[in-house]
């Protein structure tokens, strides 16, 4: 029983080398993914404005977040062209490889577009228009697009990060004013719904008090 438990323990022990061999072997001939990306042209820019991950993560991170579709508000409508101001293309890579574009347009009136052509470098999708967000313009300047500096409300990140509201706006009386009138007519509004529950309570139970002499 003893050589039995001992030749058990050695073939596990055997298994357990050899499957951390492979691991390791394969990790170790596994490629390095190369790093992801974003390329910018358009007005203003004499030759492609290159963001790579490696060297520039934020900047990187904040545009790519600018493009991101799933958290931007569809437009059922395209705008007008001559409404759109000036057009820089943002082209997503991974590695070398280009895999998303997007035409974004910071000075539009009414607010940052962002468009999805159709064509897209490795598939076609459904063309498409968005809202785009805010710090738009400040995200493409900080990165190095040749944009002025714009006035946001508030914006964070790359795209700016500092309050550009002027100070003479901020009225803090004012609103701690304003958030106790709100609390006073909620509560006010509060008792008169329990008050009614109350009495809609002690009406049904006279009733079925009446009917049950």
Do not use: C
Not at 31 to 57: F, K, M
């Amino acid at each position: 029983m003893v050589q039995r438990m001992t030749r058990l323990t050695g073939a596990t022990a055997i298994a357990v080398v050899t499957l951390l061999l492979s691991l390791a072997g394969a990790a170790t001939a596994a490629p390095n993914s190369p790093p992801a990306g974003v390329d910018i042209t358009g007005h203003g820019l004499a030759e492609p404005l290159r963001l790579r991950a490696d060297t520039q993560p934020a900047h990187v991170v904040a545009v790519m977040e600018q493009v991101n579709h799933k958290g931007l508000v569809r437009q059922s409508s395209s705008p007008e062209k001559a409404d759109l101001g000036p057009k820089y293309t943002v082209l997503v890579l991974s590695g070398d490889e280009p895999k998303q574009t997007y035409d974004l347009y910071p000075k539009a009136v009414g607010g940052p577009r962002v468009y999805r052509p159709a064509k897209q470098p490795d598939r076609k999708v459904t063309a498409a228009w968005y809202l785009g967000r805010v710090s738009m313009s400040e995200t493409l300047r900080t990165a190095g697009v040749p944009l002025e500096r714009t006035f946001e409300a508030v914006s964070g990140g790359v795209g700016g990060g500092e309050r550009i509201i002027p100070e003479d706006a901020l009225n803090p009386a004012q609103d701690i004013n304003e958030a106790f009138s709100d609390l006073r007519r909620l509560l006010l509004l509060n008792v008169a719904v329990v008050l009614m529950i109350t009495f809609g309570l002690a009406g049904i139970a006279l009733l079925i008090r009446r009917r049950t002499r």
